[in-house]
């Protein structure tokens, strides 16, 4: 079992920037990816970045040129850099890490960012 934490979430106007980290604890050698989701109010829980534990990284289309996934394996921490921020990043963060044979997935509490126009 992996136990994160999020941290960073706050309001920004848009064009700003934020640094979203995710600290990790627990199983931390049985993680095969961690990363990023967002939930809007009123919609669907959606992905925005993993890195694996090899360094590979993904990003959902809308944040591609925007946001940069990143991890410091001796604080066992995963970053979320995000620019050029705009009203519709509106969200609660979620930090996910996916861990073992089964990749099963644990969430963090999630962190709230909002972006004012």
């Known amino acids: 079992q992996v136990h994160l934490v999020e941290s960073g979430g706050a309001l920004v106007q848009a064009g700003g920037s934020l640094r979203l980290s995710c600290a990790a604890s627990?199983?931390?050698?049985?993680?095969?990816?961690m990363g990023w989701y967002r939930q809007a109010p009123g919609k669907q829980r959606e992905f925005i970045a993993r890195i694996t534990s090899a360094g590979s990284t993904n990003y959902a289309d809308s944040v591609k040129a925007r946001f940069a996934i990143s991890r410091d394996n001796a604080k066992n921490t995963v970053y979320l850099q995000m620019n050029s921020l705009k009203p519709e990043d509106t969200a609660v963060y979620y930090c996910?890490?996916?861990?073992?044979?089964?990749?099963?997935?644990?969430w963090g509490p999630g962190t709230q960012v909002t972006v004012s126009s």
């Open positions: 627990g199983s931390i050698v049985s993680i095969n990816s």
């Open positions: 996910y890490a996916a861990t073992g044979g089964l990749n099963l997935v644990s």
